[in-house]
Every structure is written in C-alpha cells, then in structure tokens.
C-alpha cells in the first residue's frame, strides 16, 4: 500500500483530477488517499508535514505527494527525502513561461475564482434547473433544457445532470423509462416534442442488478430478469427512434458527460 497525498493552496480539485489521472497509469499499484486543501501558511504547511511523516514510518515507504502551491517558501517544504515530491506548478509553469516569454502572475485562487461571472452564473441557472427538472418531476421548462437524458430507472441520469450542470453549465433533465413506456415500446408523448434533445444512458445487466440490489434487495425492482427485460425495452426505443446512447457501466461520469457533450455538439 503506498501512500499519496494531494495538497493545495486552494480547494485542490485540479491537483486530484490530474494525479488520480496520473496513479490510474499503475493499475497494480494500491495507493491509500489523503486531500489536504488549503495549505497556505506555513503553519498549515508543518502539520500536513508531521501527518506525511507519520505515513512513512507507519509504512516505511516513501509517501507520493502531490502539490499545486504557488509561495514557493511553502512548496520547498513538501521537498523532503522521505517523499517522493509532484509539484504541477513547479513542473510546467517554467515551460510556459519560456514559451508564451512572459512570468506567470502568480495570483493565489485565479483557477477556482469567479473570474467570467457570466459563466458562473450560468453554472448556478444550470444546477437549479437540473435539481428542478429531476426524474420527470416536472416537464414544463423541457423547452428550454440544453439536453434530456432517458433511460431506466438506477441507470445514473441524476448525477450525470448534475456533473454536466456544475463543469459545464449546461442545462440537463432527465426522464426515466416507466413500466407503461416499455411495454407499450414507445416514446412517451411528453417527450416527443423535445426529440432533438433526447440522450439514452443504458447499462450491463449484471451492473443494474447489483445496483438495484443494493437499494432494495430481493424485489421485483432488482430481479436480474427484471432489469434483462427493461434494459432490452429502453434500448429497443433508443434504436427505433434514433435516440443516441452510451453504456454507462464502464465509463465515469467525467467519461461519460465529455462523451454526450461531443456526441450531440453541446456548448459547454
């Protein structure tokens, strides 16, 4: 088991996504995960320190230690034997320097601020309309819906909105399949007006059983035939009215939403 730590000056997200990026390059390797954001002083800095000391001896391994910290005073400090130190700022910021020939700012929180408030609030407008326009709650603002997914029921419309919504500020519903559509092996008349904005998400049969399982075990809901049978009825409907689709059971929401947005040419 060997240890990883992902540090930052601000909320580290960016310092996660491209180090998990990185370790998923190592599929044989087991790595145990720890997030520290914020570490912008030094007192910060000398008790994230004393918790990645304490790793080592606990493992007597070298600890990886992810950083993305601007005051360099701060950043020389993760620079210890007993680590092994990826500092990004300090990895390509001197590329860029030489090649656009200007120095970086080095403003602390440029990355996560609300620098373009148009785009922000568009993100705000888009997360409101995504939890407003939840599971078919309510159809009557599908007009103005960027994209609305279908699918069965468990299949991950829900968090695939909400990611689209929160990166992207594009506006997603979601409409599952009932018992009555797919029987009946048609396009809900509901949807039919907004079949330009029709997006299918399906999934493994195995995939969806254990899912389902797992939110109520032993039932009809969760029977293997069960989800065989809707998943065959949802994916008869995609193809007969050209609906585009992907399998979401080996895709990440980030895979995923990047894979609709190109799909179907949304702005992002």
């Known amino acids: 088991m060997r240890c990883v730590f992902f540090i930052s000056d601000r909320t580290g997200l960016t310092t996660e996504s ?16 720890e997030f520290i ?3 912008d002083t030094i007192t910060k800095a000398s008790k994230a320190i004393v918790k990645i000391k304490a790793r080592y001896f606990q493992y007597n391994e070298r600890p990886i230690v992810f950083t993305s910290i601007l005051e360099p005073k701060i950043r020389d400090m993760f620079k210890l034997d007993c680590v092994c130190h990826i500092d990004f700022f300090e990895s390509f910021t001197p590329i860029l320097e030489n090649e656009i020939g200007t120095k970086a700012s080095n403003i602390l929180g440029m990355s996560h601020g609300i620098n373009d408030e148009n785009k922000y609030n568009k993100r705000i407008d ?3 309309f995504s939890l407003h326009n939840d599971d078919g709650i309510h159809v009557d603002n599908y007009d103005i819906a960027d994209v609305i997914l279908v699918g069965v029921s468990r299949v991950g419309k829900t968090p695939t909105c909400l990611y689209l919504a929160v990166n992207y500020g594009i506006k997603a519903a979601n409409y599952p399949f009932a018992d009555l559509d797919l029987i009946n092996d048609k396009l809900p008349k ?6 330009g904005k029709l997006f299918g998400l399906t999934i493994d049969v195995d995939r969806l059983h254990q899912i389902r399982s797992n939110r109520l075990p032993n039932s009809k809901y969760a029977d293997i035939n069960n989800c065989r049978q809707e998943i065959a009825a949802a ?10 689709y992907l399998n979401v059971s080996k895709r990440s929401i980030e895979e995923l939403s990047v894979g609709i947005i190109e799909r179907i040419k949304l702005n992002r």
């Open 18 to 33: 491209i180090g998990n990026a990185l370790l998923t390059q190592f599929p044989t390797a087991q790595f145990k995960r």
């Open 37 to 39: 954001p914020f570490v």
């Open 126 to 128: 888009a997360i409101d």
């Open 190 to 195: 509901i949807l039919v007006p907004y079949y």
């Open 235 to 244: 994916e008869h409907i995609m193809q007969r009215y050209d609906i585009p």
